[in-house]
């Protein structure tokens, strides 16, 4: 669950940094989708019966491994897996479904954040993806 924000993110959204692009994160794209695992909470609610067909292909950290949850976005200034970049502005397929051209989204904030990834510690990606660099 999303550990960053006020009471109206923090314990309500997925986590951003695992769940990029998905309909219960804090931070929207434009190709956001509901998953299976959004679908299938909305069932164990008791209150919706959902259609798993109708939910879309969620292909963020797809077939990753436990790593993908225990590695660092970025690691000495390189990305450990092509969800993440580190490169600004660079083009690339959009993080949330590879269907879509996008660029890195990694800007330089002079403020102190709690995670730090580059070497130049002002350089940051998406404030809800723990600050983690995607292609938007």
Not at 32 to 47: C, M, R, V
Request: glycine share 10%; hydrophobic share 30%; aromatic share 16%.
């Amino acid at each position: 669950m999303e550990n960053q924000g006020g009471s109206g993110s923090t314990g309500s959204h997925w986590e951003g940094r695992y769940m990029f692009g998905e309909n219960m994160n804090m931070e929207l794209t434009s190709e956001a989708a509901l998953n299976g695992i959004t679908l299938a909470l909305l069932e164990d609610t008791g209150f919706y019966k959902v259609n798993y067909f109708s939910g879309g292909l969620f292909k963020f950290g797809k077939n990753k491994g436990c790593e993908f949850f225990s590695k660092q976005c970025v690691e000495n200034d390189t990305a450990n897996f092509e969800e993440f970049c580190d490169v600004p502005k660079e083009p690339k397929c959009s993080s949330a479904t590879r269907n879509s051209k996008s660029s890195c989204y990694l800007k330089y904030e002079s403020f102190n954040i709690p995670y730090n990834y580059f070497t130049n510690s002002s350089l940051v990606g998406i404030y809800y993806a723990n600050f983690c660099p995607v292609s938007t």
